[in-house]
């Protein structure tokens, strides 16, 4: 996951704007990600998920991109808008072990759109 | 839509006591999980389970217990709290482990211990 700081990475982006927001993984054999929006006082919201068969899946304003190679994901949201304002963070599955599909977060970067 | 249900959003307690944390699915997921959230340190995975009665330690499980008596129910327990333990914590399902599919969560109890 991300390095770990006091203090989350901030992305600020005008409203209408593209976000892009990146996350490093640590495990290459990690074969599932998920990205995960969480406003304040509210617990984690699921966004969108890739496997690592693929290199990229789009939702709903939101694209997913995987990049094996280097152990990369990242998260575009298109025509941001105030409410997408909130902290974003990646997961990856750790894979197999006894059971119950562990995952591993990432720290977080704190999305904030300026009208 | 998924529904996880934390039975409180704020909580106070004091040094020493037992402390009890309640979640509830409704999606009969095999699976559910607590972690704690501290700023900084991310979501860190204190217990799991897998399936009704069965439980796995996670990477801070010191200070902790769970119960899962029945599938849709997932408890934390505070043996003695600690000011250590002052934290957001959240509780989050997900179904059976054949599958990728992603946890969901509820919306935290923050818990303070004086």
């Known amino acids: 996951g991300e390095s770990v700081g006091l203090h989350l990475p901030t992305l600020s982006v005008q409203e209408g704007d593209n976000s892009i927001i990146n996350c490093a993984y640590s495990?290459?054999?990690?074969?599932?990600f998920i990205w995960y929006k969480q406003e304040s006082g509210k617990g984690p919201q699921f966004i969108i998920d890739?496997?690592?068969?693929?290199d990229k899946r789009q939702g709903q304003r939101v694209t997913v991109l995987l990049n094996k190679t280097v152990k990369h994901l990242s998260l575009q949201i298109a025509a941001t808008q105030p409410g997408d304002s909130a902290v974003y963070f990646c997961?990856?599955?750790?894979?197999?072990?006894?059971?119950?599909?562990?995952?591993?977060f990432g720290t977080g970067t704190q999305l904030k759109v300026e009208l | 839509d998924v529904k996880v249900t934390q039975s409180s959003r704020y909580l106070v307690k004091r040094t020493g006591e037992k402390v009890f944390l309640e979640c509830v699915q409704d999606?009969?997921?095999?699976?559910m999980f607590w972690y704690r959230q501290d700023p900084g340190l991310g979501l860190r995975l204190i217990y799991f389970?897998?399936?009704?009665?069965?439980?796995e330690k996670g990477d801070i499980p010191e200070g902790y217990s769970v119960s899962r008596e029945k599938k849709e129910r997932f408890s934390l327990i505070l043996e003695s709290a600690s000011t250590n333990q002052t934290s957001m914590y959240l509780c989050?399902?997900?179904?059976?482990?054949?599958?990728?599919?992603?946890?969901?969560f509820g919306d935290g109890t923050r818990l303070s211990i004086l």
């Open positions: 989050a399902s997900s179904i059976g482990t054949l599958y990728n599919q992603p946890q969901h």
């Open positions: 495990n290459s054999a990690s074969d599932y």
């Open positions: 890739i496997r690592s068969n693929m």
């Open positions: 997961a990856e599955k750790r894979g197999l072990t006894g059971g119950g599909n562990k995952l591993t």
């Open positions: 999606m009969d997921h095999e699976n």
């Open positions: 389970s897998y399936d009704v009665k069965m439980k």
